[in-house]
């Protein structure tokens, strides 16, 4: 070999050599489920360039992890991040508990987006200096990079947002030319990078389609290659049937199906949590490639207007403000929802958490027995009060859930975990919305008090719940493991120490053990202290072959 060519392989090989950051002296958990070993990460950009002994590599940087595990960013399986993302792009609830990654979309989604679809938004849009001036997927993303938030976002199509955009808000069923419009929708959005369709059928509108149509519209995704999640018709007494129509949909769409927040509701309900997974095991004998997506609390949080009959809720927010102001129909509303709630105790375990409007805020952290005792009224009327004063934005967390139902549900190996929440922080734009504990301590919590405390499973297997198993359903090749080549998402945290802090009362309170956390090979906590770099990218779902 000539001095220049030998030179030049030097040179070459120094390069190959030279890392932006190597993370030493760490306990890696590679995200498999495999048991942890010591190494160290070399990364390169935005990309793993090594995974092994880099004591002698040369670095810019090289952070001591301090035998603190390292593992893959974790992924979100359901956030609810899409907007808020855009008004404060720091997501500092996420990095926090080492989310690197979400996915979203849960019936309602940001695209398709017309002028009624919009409009449903506009008392929380006015809070905030975000202007929804898109129509489809790509014009969102087009935000979302100009907005630079610190996490990477991906999403799915909603059923209900589609539904609106093509036919309103209304109970009718969609006509064959409806029906049309809808699929050609949901292919379009599953071009411009959607990774598949979500259904969530305890809300207006979802409410209102049926079993033909939501398997019309996965197929629709289907031939993207996308998956079908969903929110099911029923998680309380109906449970097993609204499961059946999950299932139901993905065979006859040929599509995967992910159950978001799997659980089963309701104190006359618990323990049956058991029939629920024998049936998802059972399916899955049989062919049907069906998951499920956890958060790990008993109580849950959602919409106060859920708890409405379906007519009254039919054209949107303004035609169910008119019904409820009107004496008849708001007595009927009354009526039904006093005989759907069977068990008693169901208004002690509503729990107000955030109303949108400055006249409602004094209800916040009280329950609907607790008003509904002020007022000198029932339940059901103290609901519709609320539901008139904050015109529909009101949000409650729900006590519903037996622990141990959560627990078997959690450690079944095909369930992941998700926050079911927005990205927030204790300053900034949203410093005094309230919120659920979910949105700021879901992985800590299940590392402390399901992996450290309660041994319910192994650390590894945490960790490939948080990475590769949500990675794999979303076909996420390049994320969800610390390997070599793959995109540098990376938690490090100290298994001794992590653990949730939010709780019910105060649950904008960050977790504790998250040390360092970098999206796409740039650090946006260190020390436990936002950096302020934010590197999140749109994950785009990837056309099929022969479709591109």
Not at 292 to 316: C, E, K, Q, R, S
Request: aromatic letters at 6%.
């Amino acid at each position: 070999m000539g001095v220049l060519a030998l030179l030049v392989t030097l040179s070459l090989s120094a390069r190959a050599e030279t890392y932006d950051v190597i993370l030493a002296n760490g306990r890696v958990v590679d995200g498999t489920g495999a048991p942890w070993f010591r190494a160290d990460v070399g990364i390169r950009g935005d990309r793993i360039a090594a995974v092994g002994d880099l004591h002698g590599a040369v670095t810019k940087e090289r952070i001591d992890v301090k035998q603190h595990f390292v593992a893959p960013g974790f992924i979100d399986m359901l956030g609810q991040s899409a907007v808020t993302l855009l008004i404060d792009p720091r997501a500092e609830s996420k990095i926090r508990q080492g989310i690197t990654t979400e996915l979203t979309g849960e019936g309602r989604s940001v695209a398709p987006m017309t002028p009624a679809t919009v409009a449903q938004l506009a008392d929380a849009l006015a809070l905030h200096p975000v202007r929804i001036d898109w129509t489809d997927l790509s014009g969102y993303w087009k935000r979302f990079r100009a907005a630079r938030p610190a996490i990477n976002l991906g999403t799915i199509v909603g059923a209900s947002q589609v539904r609106a955009a093509v036919m309103g808000f209304g109970e009718d069923a969609p006509t064959p030319e409806q029906l049309l419009r809808m699929q050609v929708e949901v292919r379009k959005q599953m071009r411009q990078g959607a990774f598949g369709l979500g259904s969530a059928l305890q809300y207006a509108p979802g409410r209102y389609a049926s079993t033909e149509e939501l398997v019309a519209l996965a197929q629709a995704a289907a031939s993207w290659g996308g998956f079908y999640a969903t929110h099911i018709r029923d998680e309380e007494d109906g449970v097993l049937e609204a499961l059946e129509e999950a299932i139901l949909i993905g065979k006859r769409a040929r599509i995967p199906v992910d159950v978001w927040h799997l659980k089963v509701a309701g104190r006359r309900n618990w323990g049956r949590m058991g029939e629920v997974v024998r049936r998802i095991s059972q399916a899955r004998s049989e062919g049907v490639d069906i998951a499920a997506n956890v958060y790990p609390y008993t109580a849950g949080m959602n919409d106060l207007t859920a708890d409405l009959p379906g007519w009254a809720m039919a054209g949107g927010t303004a035609a169910m403000l008119e019904r409820l102001r009107d004496p008849a129909q708001r007595q009927r509303v009354e009526a039904e929802v006093t005989h759907a709630w069977a068990d008693a105790e169901i208004p002690e375990r509503i729990t107000v958490t955030a109303c949108l409007l400055p006249e409602a805020k004094a209800a916040e952290g009280k329950t609907l027995a607790q008003l509904a005792k002020e007022r000198g009224v029932t339940p059901a009327a103290a609901l519709v009060d609320l539901v008139l004063v904050d015109r529909g934005n009101t949000f409650v967390v729900r006590f519903f859930v037996d622990e141990s139902d959560l627990r078997l549900a959690m450690s079944q190996p095909w369930t992941s975990f998700g926050t079911d929440a927005a990205a927030l922080g204790v300053d900034g734009a949203f410093a005094s919305d309230g919120t659920h504990p979910r949105a700021f301590g879901t992985m800590a919590r299940v590392l402390n008090k399901y992996v450290r405390e309660e041994r319910l499973f192994p650390l590894e297997e945490a960790v490939r719940k948080m990475t590769s198993l949500p990675a794999a359903r979303l076909g996420l090749a390049d994320r969800g493991l610390l390997r070599a080549g793959l995109a540098a998402d990376v938690v490090v945290f100290d298994g001794e120490a992590i653990a949730d802090t939010a709780t019910y009362p105060n649950p904008k309170q960050y977790p504790l053990g998250v040390d360092l956390v970098l999206v796409n090979g740039q650090v946006v906590l260190r020390d436990g202290i936002r950096t302020g770099a934010r590197p999140g990218r749109p994950l785009l779902h990837p056309a099929p072959p022969g479709l591109q």
